[in-house]
């Protein structure tokens, strides 16, 4: 098994390629400590490697943010092993596919406008996004404010909150003109 590591934005985070499928299409997971990685086996492998802050499983990646003071030197080949060998010893990456789904902050008379948001972030946005080892996830949309959420590379990157500006939220403002600013929200 050959597994790719490319960088992303975020120096604090790797981006693995194992070759196949992690989550599948249209799928991620998010796991921002050992004690949220209980329904991923592979996540909870990655956690117990020194310096492993942050485990982000998407459709056919993985991303793993080292601890502030980590070395990519000594951590990237221990990654490497152990998604090679979870994935030779035939386990399953998700133990649970349900997760329970946060609810979205909506006004329901603006249903049309979520759902052209949706489609924007869906075809433009989320592809580029896991381009670099992340996702980003629609949480809302209020009094013309929509509010998105960062995974896996792109939490805490330096660069997210610009590409939010400056990307998502002008292409945003051009086609759907009741958006007025976009605000990045936490877990």
């Not at 133990?95 to 789904?101: I, L, R």
């Not at 075809?123 to 013309?144: C, E, N, Q, Y």
Request: include cysteine; aromatic fraction near 6%.
């Amino acid at each position: 098994m050959f597994i790719e590591t490319e960088a992303t934005p975020n120096p604090a985070t790797l981006k693995f390629l194992p070759g196949e499928a992690v989550m599948g299409e249209g799928g991620t997971a998010d796991f921002t400590s050992a004690a949220t990685a209980g329904r991923s086996p592979l996540a909870e492998r990655l956690f117990t490697l020194p310096g492993v802050a942050r485990v982000f499983l998407g459709s056919d990646f993985v991303t793993v943010t080292k601890a502030g003071d980590g070395d990519w030197q000594g951590l990237r080949p221990q990654v490497l092993g152990a998604i090679m060998e979870h994935y030779l010893a035939g386990h399953s990456v998700i133990a649970t596919q349900a997760e329970e789904e946060e609810a979205e902050d909506v006004d329901p008379a603006d249903q049309e406008v979520v759902a052209l948001i949706k489609e924007l972030l869906d075809s433009r946005v989320r592809p580029a996004v896991a381009s670099d080892g992340g996702d980003i996830i629609f949480r809302g949309f209020r009094d013309g404010v929509v509010k998105l959420r960062m995974q896996g590379a792109c939490s805490g990157c330096p660069s997210s909150r610009a590409t939010l500006k400056h990307g998502v939220e002008t292409m945003l403002r051009h086609y759907v003109p009741e958006v007025l600013s976009v605000e990045q929200v936490e877990a």
